[in-house]
């Protein structure tokens, strides 16, 4: 990555003891920002402040669906299920 100068820069994990909080703060004159709380670690999710655009909006549904199937799995793990079949695309370059 060296030279790069657009873009995201970072890459952070969050390990949660199951008591994480989550959160969607909205600001007047500027885009929302999702925040992910554990214990006294936050992670802030953001976009440029000042401007939305087509992709910004398919980031923030893609987001939402993910955290969905976060949940699903998370879920489905306690009750003792098998987890689903992968079916996103994100998750067969992760397993490459």
Not at 12 to 28: D, F, N
Request: glycine share 8%; proline share 5%; with cysteine.
């Amino acid at each position: 990555m060296a030279g790069q100068t657009r873009g995201s820069w970072q890459m952070t994990a969050l390990h949660v003891e199951g008591r994480g909080r989550s959160a969607c703060l909205a600001y007047p004159g500027r885009t929302p920002i999702f925040q992910v709380t554990a214990g006294t670690s936050v992670i802030k999710v953001s976009l440029p402040a000042d401007r939305v655009d087509a992709a910004s909006v398919a980031f923030a549904r893609e987001l939402a669906e993910q955290a969905h199937a976060f949940a699903v799995e998370v879920e489905r793990m306690w009750r003792g299920l098998a987890p689903l079949p992968r079916t996103n695309a994100a998750d067969e370059e992760a397993s490459a």
